[in-house]
């Protein structure tokens, strides 16, 4: 099994509502990824967590806030967004963690989840 | 930033071979080349990946330059469902360039 599901599949929220992404993978994977894409554009790192830690923040800002429970479980927790935080936000996992420079290879092949098209009104 | 170089477009005709460069010029002796693709509508799927040696798999193949500073994803026959944006990432930090959109004529 290589699914990463994501959920919900769509979301539209207005400006002071409080939502939450859902992330899970059962590949016993120990890094998990999320990404912002708009359209026509390639996906943006935005947090990496490796061994439940968060790794990487990509200067997002604070609206978006990510939380790892468990290793089979990524959140992403949403308040007072913009219309311009309207994308497509994937999910992804590694089997490896993230070990910066010369750590890619066959243990950081990401597998995707579908995504979660936010809208904000 | 983005240390890998695609062209922005490609076409091919169906059932041909398409070739799809990729440049990484700042790669270290380390980093693997990944190769991903992202069909309309969905997540990135992995393609294929190597280090040094040229690689083959299901879906594709992977020719790596000498120097490494660079390489070539193969799709043998371009199928219509081949039709997506291509990735190549050489880099240590799991960020994508702007990728290839590959369009497939009939």
């Known amino acids: 099994d290589t699914e990463v599901t994501q959920t919900p599949k769509h979301l539209v929220m207005g400006m002071t509502n409080k939502k939450s992404l859902k992330c899970e993978q059962h590949m016993g994977h120990r890094a998990m990824y999320w990404y912002k894409q708009k359209a026509k554009k390639p996906p943006e790192l935005m947090f990496v967590y490796s061994y439940e830690k968060l790794s990487i923040n990509e200067s997002v800002p604070s609206r978006f806030s990510p939380e790892c429970p468990n290793s089979s479980l990524l959140n992403l927790h949403l308040h007072a967004l913009q219309p311009e935080d309207s994308a497509l936000y994937l999910c992804a996992s590694s089997q490896g963690p993230w070990g910066g420079p010369g750590q890619i290879g066959a243990k950081n092949i990401q597998y995707f989840g579908a995504g979660t098209r936010l809208s904000v009104l | ?95 994508f360039g702007a990728g290839t959109r590959l369009t497939v004529k009939p």
């Open chain 2, 1 to 95: 930033d983005a240390k890998t170089t695609q062209p922005n477009s490609m076409e091919s005709n169906e059932e041909e071979p398409v070739h799809l460069p990729c440049n990484h010029s700042t790669i270290s002796g380390t980093d693997y080349i990944h190769w991903y693709r992202q069909l309309p509508s969905q997540g990135p799927e992995y393609v294929i990946h190597g280090l040094t040696s040229n690689v083959n798999n299901r879906m594709a193949s992977l020719a790596i330059a000498e120097d490494r500073k660079s390489s070539t994803l193969i799709l043998h026959r371009a199928t219509l469902r081949d039709a997506a944006v291509y990735y190549c990432t050489a880099i240590n930090d799991m960020r």
